[in-house]
């Protein structure tokens, strides 16, 4: 069955879903891409691999009010009994280093291996305060350096925006694609997209290498596909709250009525 939701599903954007759907969109992108721009471009996809560390919890002191025995096997009691185990002073929970893998696609010529569109797909490491968003702000800003087309789509709620022409003043809506071409000036001018929960995805323009035209990047057929592959339509709950963040007022009652 396909999702229920027009456009994005914000259930997509759950932290058990999200990776797989983020590496199948990814690739999904670039085959369709390559459909229409081979052979004088081909488009792959870019896998970067990130540490991130998980939470640290606060500690908790323990106070040792009494002993714990168990039964000893004959033969080890005596040692067992002669050998005083001192307890611990607290319990932290250990910082845990886990792996997160960045997914873009890159338009490149054939004949030069050159990059000419790099398309971002916005993860929720890359609108982290902190390490994540810094990181992603400097390759945006050696992108917009460059003679390479930025591309940029973000399909999270959550998080902070990279750009500084979405943030202010910021953008009212769920969802947030940009194009940004590479001009003969030095001015460059981000094409914004807008869209609500109850809109369906645009199709965005990939520019190329002059005179060559743009060409077409269909998100929401994209989206369907991977939906009815992953068979997303079993996976999830519609039961369940939307993942965090919760929903402006007007999106969570229109939610509400077409789940109903």
């Not at 969802?175 to 929960?197: G, H, K, M, P, Q």
């Not at 269909?218 to 939906?227: F, G, K, R």
Request: aromatic share 6%.
């Amino acid at each position: 069955m396909p999702s229920p939701f027009p456009g994005m599903d914000p259930y997509l954007e759950a932290p058990n879903i999200w990776p797989g759907f983020h590496h199948r969109l990814a690739g999904e992108l670039a085959d369709r891409l390559n459909a229409r721009i081979v052979p004088k471009y081909y488009a792959d996809v870019d896998v970067r691999t990130v540490l991130e560390e998980i939470s640290i919890a606060m500690p908790k002191t323990m106070l040792p009010d009494g002993g714990i025995y168990e039964r000893v096997p004959y033969g080890l009691a005596e040692v067992a009994a002669s050998v005083a185990i001192a307890p611990p002073s607290l319990e932290r929970t250990a910082s845990v280093v886990a792996e997160t893998k960045l997914f873009s696609v890159q338009v490149r010529e054939t004949e030069t291996g050159d990059l000419v569109s790099s398309i971002e797909i916005l993860s929720p490491y890359n609108k982290r305060r902190g390490e994540g968003l810094d990181e992603y702000r400097q390759k945006r800003k050696r992108i917009l350096r460059s003679a390479v087309h930025l591309v940029e789509i973000d399909l999270l709620r959550g998080g902070i925006r990279p750009g500084a022409e979405v943030n202010e003043p910021p953008l009212e809506a769920e969802y947030i694609f940009l194009v940004n071409r590479n001009r003969d000036s030095d001015a460059r001018i981000s094409e914004i997209w807008t869209v609500e929960l109850n809109q369906a995805l645009p199709n965005l323009p990939v520019p190329l290498l002059a005179p060559d035209p743009d060409v077409a990047l269909e998100l929401q057929p994209a989206l369907d596909t991977i939906y009815a592959r992953a068979r997303y339509d079993v996976r999830i709950n519609y039961q369940n709250p939307v993942p965090p963040p919760p929903l402006r007022p007007a999106m969570q009652n229109w939610m509400e009525e077409i789940l109903a």
